[in-house]
């Protein structure tokens, strides 16, 4: 069986990709090989339950997938948003650490980013650039929403920027801060909101080195 080409259908055409993937694993029918493998020990992963009350982190991925199939028709690619959904989380595989008394997960998106090229070279994926590309950079700038809003040493306006998938990585920030556990109308809202800064954000800075190179008549990089 060709799982990449099962997984994409089910990602694509599911209104809830999670049933598939969760029936597959209560079936044992869930590929235990690498690179799929991969994703499926994110079961044995936990979270930090204040931030995470859903559980380990393969359930937070099915309710990210979830959220992502609502919103996909809305990306620039369909086929590599829901990949990119799939795989947001997977460095949290190696980076999840109990620190006094936390568990915490620094630098998971650029470990993951490392780990989503590394799943997608060994199925040759990579030679595919342009899939390849936007699920790479998704995976290492989805926590840029939460580095952008609380202006901290993190964000990373100009690789956000220069990634030129600014809507999409907004995109999957609101999934992947829906798809964990059940929030208030005021919570969804203000994480809607959230999106809106940082996109408002992306913007200002697109303007502000516009008019730099303008003013300086330097070339806008």
């Not at 989380?89 to 006094?100: M, P």
Request: aromatic share 10%.
């Amino acid at each position: 069986m060709n799982y990449f080409e099962e997984f994409t259908k089910h990602l694509l055409e599911d209104e809830k990709p999670s049933i598939y993937f969760n029936n597959l694993v209560e079936s044992n029918g869930y590929p235990d090989i690498y690179p799929y493998n991969m994703v499926l020990k994110l079961k044995n992963v936990e979270q930090n339950p204040k931030h995470h009350p859903e559980g380990n982190v393969w359930i937070h991925t099915m309710m990210v997938i979830d959220e992502a199939a609502k919103r996909r028709d809305r990306s620039k690619e369909p086929k590599g948003f829901m990949w990119a959904a799939f795989l947001h989380d997977i460095g949290k595989l190696t980076t999840t650490k109990l620190r006094r008394g936390y568990l915490t997960a620094y630098d998971h998106d650029k470990v993951g980013a490392r780990m989503a090229e590394e799943f997608l070279t060994h199925l040759k994926l990579h030679e595919d650039k342009g899939f390849y590309d936007y699920v790479v950079n998704l995976v290492r700038l989805h926590m840029q929403i939460l580095f952008v809003v609380k202006n901290n040493e993190f964000a990373d306006l100009n690789r956000v920027v220069k990634s030129g998938y600014i809507e999409d990585i907004g995109l999957l920030g609101i999934c992947d801060r829906l798809g964990r556990g059940p929030k208030t109308e005021e919570e969804v809202r203000k994480e809607e909101r959230n999106i809106e800064i940082f996109l408002e954000r992306c913007q200002n800075y697109i303007d502000k080195r516009k008019r730099m190179a303008e003013t300086y008549n330097l070339p806008e990089k």
